[in-house]
């Protein structure tokens, strides 16, 4: 396995990529998706230490989200399955997989730490223990400053755990080295991941302005409510569609490897 630099134009084929696979198995990967949303809603119901094994589980899930595409873009269908691909890859990659998802809960939870120095904790009770959301809170500064801390301190916890999964799962790394390899692969296609952010970001802003319009157009702001909750979900399974091949671009598999 080494390390491949790309151009930042990579960036806008990442995002083409993505939503052509997607439209390839459509209800295949929009259906695992939901799957994928459910499991962990559903998981970080359970009282006390929900949310610590929903955030366990998330890189072993996204895993199989990126085993689906794999799937998909060689045109085969996607079964319910792949989604444990993770943990059903032999002993040694289940206890590999684990790890890093304790390690990822740590971070995930270590940045959250952080946000209490601000507001007291209650950004991090959001989050851990599901307490409301008010409009008062939203207004309140100290809130502000600490989703703003929040976002930006888990930058760096997503670029060390965006190919690690994968360089568990697909070539044997150990845990803690494909954090390392993950965020010096992001970091030395800095580039391409920039473009790639910001044309989802721009995808994301012109749907939003899509809905907004057609609520207009309606007047029914009900009816567009409806439907822009599942139109969102499909623009997010489109968006994880396109994490495969990031991974697949920023890496380049030596003999007897295959991604």
Not at 113 to 133: I, N, Q, R, W
Not at 169 to 175: D, S
Not at 196 to 209: Q, R
Request: contains cysteine.
């Amino acid at each position: 396995m080494k390390l491949h630099i790309v151009p930042a134009s990579r960036g806008i084929h990442w995002v083409k990529l993505g939503v052509q696979t997607f439209f390839r198995q459509p209800l295949a990967l929009s259906g695992l998706f939901f799957m994928f949303l459910a499991v962990i809603s559903v998981v970080s119901m359970v009282p006390l230490v929900g949310s610590a094994l929903a955030l366990a589980l998330l890189p072993g899930a996204t895993l199989g989200l990126m085993a689906a595409t794999r799937e998909a873009s060689s045109g085969k269908f996607p079964m319910p399955l792949i989604l444990i691909s993770a943990f059903r890859a032999g002993r040694q990659q289940l206890r590999s997989m684990l790890i890093l998802g304790a390690l990822y809960a740590l971070g995930f939870v270590l940045v959250l730490g952080c946000s209490t120095l601000v507001d007291g904790g209650k950004f991090a009770k959001l989050y851990l223990l599901g307490a409301p959301m008010t409009a008062s809170m939203l207004q309140e500064g100290d809130f502000q400053m600490a989703m703003l801390l929040a976002s930006v301190l888990y930058l760096p916890l997503s670029l060390l755990f965006w190919h690690a999964p994968a360089l568990v799962h697909w070539h044997g790394v150990a845990p803690v080295k494909s954090l390392f390899f993950s965020f010096v692969a992001c970091l030395r296609n800095f580039w391409a991941f920039t473009v790639y952010g910001l044309v989802w970001m721009g995808m994301f802003l012109v749907f939003g302005i899509l809905m907004a319009t057609l609520a207009a157009v309606l007047g029914s702001a009900e009816m567009v409510a409806v439907t822009l909750y599942p139109a969102a979900m499909l623009m997010a399974a489109m968006f994880f569609t396109s994490i495969y091949f990031t991974f697949l671009d920023s890496f380049e598999p030596t003999s007897g490897e295959d991604t």
